[in-house]
């Protein structure tokens, strides 16, 4: 996103929309630092700039990726839906992508506030990959891979900023130990946050396979998230 | 995307947060959706939801209002509705399950609360997405007043320095916390941020902040 100098009144209205402070003041005109700029189009849409001087410049590749991860509203062509995600948990009513004894993993980087740059993204790719994980290949991120097998990512999106970016796979419930130990090493390696998130199917009576691996690792678990509740139809029948 | 599941709050603060979702899966039950998205939003407006919204579209404002973002829903759609209460809940789950239109229906909030909502209505936990909550570089984030705010919008669309501004409003008399929660709503383009919630918040952070 640009912003006229020429023409930008001074005003600031702008400032407050961005979600990651990439507007400032600078000698009385607002003034977007590029580098830092997600392209998430906030300000464009909201800021209602008096003079008009707020403008989408021609996204070129490997910027376009900012748009496809930053802005809601762009339809990302791998999973065909808007948003950085695929129909995960939400669809699994009637999908059974994670069936019972596997769970579904997401890290979800970048979230919340901070946006994440690739080359965060890859560290903890890299890390994870030693489970020999399979990424979710309707993931936009996935796609950004030049090798899935290890989580290389191309290089010439490294330096890109994104609003947030999803590693998404799905994983062997008893491996879970494993990947908390891997998490809790690369995150103290990275500049950004990750918010952590697991899918899993609920056991006939009602307990959650899950719980006794977050416990048995101590980790803190939130007493809200998402419930499917098996309205879907065709519904999915587990061998 | 999951949008919905990091909402952070008390639990008290978050007994009156609940987003429902329903969305067709590609290639399965996706052709003739959009009349069934549509049928969801009127069963939510008669429940009760206080606000509904499209995330392939844009919410109310962005549209044009309520009518057009029921009118506008396409086929591959994921739509929203917003609730302050349990007992609405329920009785969009009621329908739901009478209707059955036979597309995926996921609920956001407390799990013991949507839990007893799901026996209520003889509804089915199937699966369900847990938080593990934030790791890396937590320094870094605001406070958890803050937080409380802007993760109901899990794109982060809800700025750190749009809350900051409405809480100085607030503070200083210039809008109403019910105001500045409809201002706060307006950058949520999937709608699911709730200003009920919100303008509790708010109320609540200007008075801590004052005193």
């Known amino acids: ?239 | 995307m999951t949008h919905t599941l990091h909402r952070v709050g008390t639990e008290e603060s978050l007994s009156e947060d609940y987003v429902v979702l329903i969305m067709p899966s590609k290639d399965i039950n996706h052709e003739g959706s959009g009349s069934k998205m549509r049928r969801f939003f009127e069963m939510a407006l008669e429940a009760g939801a206080i606000k509904i919204g499209d995330a392939r579209l844009g919410n109310e404002y962005h549209q044009g209002g309520v009518e057009k973002v029921i009118e506008n829903v396409e086929d591959r759609a994921v739509v929203h509705a917003v609730f302050k209460q349990k007992d609405s809940l329920i009785k969009l789950l009621t329908a739901l399950k009478e209707a059955d239109l036979g597309l995926s229906v996921v609920v956001s909030g407390l799990f013991d609360q949507v839990g007893q909502c799901c026996r209520n209505v003889g509804l089915e936990k199937h699966t369900i997405n847990q938080s593990l909550g934030r790791w890396g570089r937590t320094d870094k984030l605001p406070t958890q007043e803050i937080l409380q705010l802007n993760t109901m919008c899990g794109h982060g669309m809800v700025t750190v320095g749009l809350i900051e501004e409405v809480i100085a409003d607030v503070k200083a008399g210039r809008c109403t916390p019910e105001e500045g929660a409809e201002r706060l709503f307006h950058p949520c383009m999937c709608g699911i941020f709730n200003p009920f919630r919100a303008a509790r918040l708010l109320r609540e952070t200007a008075a801590a902040t004052t005193a």
């Open chain 1, 1 to 239: 996103m640009r912003i006229d100098s020429d023409d930008c009144s001074g005003c600031g209205q702008c400032i407050p929309y961005c979600p990651v402070g990439a507007i400032s003041m600078d000698d009385d005109v607002s003034e977007i630092d590029f580098d830092e700029c997600t392209e998430c189009g906030n300000c464009l849409r909201l800021a209602d700039c008096p003079v008009d001087a707020i403008w989408q410049q021609e996204l070129v590749w490997p910027r376009t990726i900012r748009s496809i991860f930053s802005d809601p509203l762009t339809i990302a062509e791998e999973s065909g839906i808007s948003g950085r995600g695929t129909e995960e948990m939400k669809t699994n009513d009637v999908t059974g992508r994670f069936q019972f004894g596997f769970v579904g993993v997401a890290i979800e980087f970048g979230r919340p506030i901070l946006g994440a740059r690739f080359y965060d993204i890859e560290k903890v790719a890299r890390a994870v990959s030693v489970l020999g994980v399979e990424y979710e290949k309707k993931n936009p991120t996935t796609s950004l891979m030049s090798d899935p097998g290890t989580g290389k990512f191309k290089s010439d999106v490294l330096p890109e900023k994104v609003l947030s970016a999803i590693l998404e796979f799905k994983l062997d419930l008893k491996k879970l130990p494993e990947l908390f130990a891997i998490l809790k090493k690369v995150s103290k390696k990275i500049e950004t946050v990750f918010s952590l998130d697991i899918a899993t199917r609920v056991n006939p009576d009602g307990s959650i396979p899950t719980a006794p691996f977050i416990e048995a690792a101590g980790l803190w678990v939130a007493h809200n998230g998402k419930t499917n509740v098996a309205l879907g139809r065709p519904r999915y029948l587990e061998d």
